[in-house]
């Protein structure tokens, strides 16, 4: 399979300040990234597609200017969290899609990042 | 948008038993994967099966996408394999997955 990583895997941080995740293709390349928020027992909600190269494609309902989204090569998008509030406090999973992998379809995804926001 | 269901939302089992998961789907797809998310959050890609039967050691899977379901099953369960298990679907490459609220499997020695 392919391997994604995040960075960092949990973080605690005071309200009003910003914070970056890190997710990384480690072993393959990665035209598309997908970023997913998932509350306490609850499933993975869809946050924005990341493309490489190009503006983010958020879902509605997620401020495209609270969460920054930057694909700037093929192996490597960030997701900043900017202001952050006790709200924002939740599970952050990115995956990855390889265009080349004979699994075109198949998605690989990091083991996530707990933001803890007080 | 597509939709999915999974079935039972919650299963106790007791360590040796078998089970079966179900996925429904409400549109045709192109891809399907089945996830089992560990006590830490992580997911682990357990099938990545759009259509047709594949098996990996105690686990197997079936997908029949005429009919728009897929089944996990899983033999001599163990109670490692507790944790919660997600179907997530997608209708076209270039599209993000979408997933089903999951099973919640307990496997109790």
């Known amino acids: 399979g392919a391997v994604v990583s995040q960075h960092p895997s949990w973080v605690i941080c005071k309200s009003g300040t910003s914070v970056k995740i890190e997710c990384r293709s480690l072993d393959f390349q990665a035209t598309t990234m997908f970023w997913y928020r998932q509350f306490p027992k609850q499933s993975l909600m869809l946050m924005a597609t990341?493309?490489?190269?190009?503006?983010?494609?958020?879902e509605q309902g997620v401020e495209k200017d609270k969460f920054l989204i930057n694909h700037a090569s093929l192996t490597l998008s960030t997701l900043t969290v900017t202001s952050a509030h006790p709200e924002d406090s939740s599970f952050y999973i990115c995956?990855?899609?390889?265009?080349?992998?004979?699994?075109?379809?198949?998605?690989?995804f990091g083991p996530g990042t707990r933001l803890t926001v007080l | 948008g597509i939709q999915v269901e999974q079935s039972p939302p919650d299963l106790i089992l007791q360590e040796g038993a078998n089970s079966t998961l179900r996925c429904n789907f409400s549109?045709?797809?192109?891809?399907l994967q089945w996830f089992h998310q560990n006590p830490w959050g992580q997911l682990i890609n357990l099938f990545y099966i759009p259509s047709g039967t594949k098996q990996n050691g105690r686990l197997s899977a079936t997908t029949v996408a005429t009919e728009r379901y897929s089944l996990l099953y899983i033999s001599s369960s163990q109670t490692t394999d507790s944790g919660v298990y997600f179907c997530?679907?997608?209708?076209?490459?270039?599209?993000?997955?979408?997933f089903g609220k999951g099973t919640r499997l307990s496997v109790i020695a």
């Open positions: 549109d045709s797809v192109n891809n």
């Open positions: 995956s990855a899609r390889s265009p080349r992998d004979r699994l075109y379809n198949e998605q690989f």
């Open positions: 990341s493309n490489e190269g190009s503006k983010a494609t958020y």
């Open positions: 997530a679907v997608a209708n076209s490459g270039n599209t993000p997955l979408v």
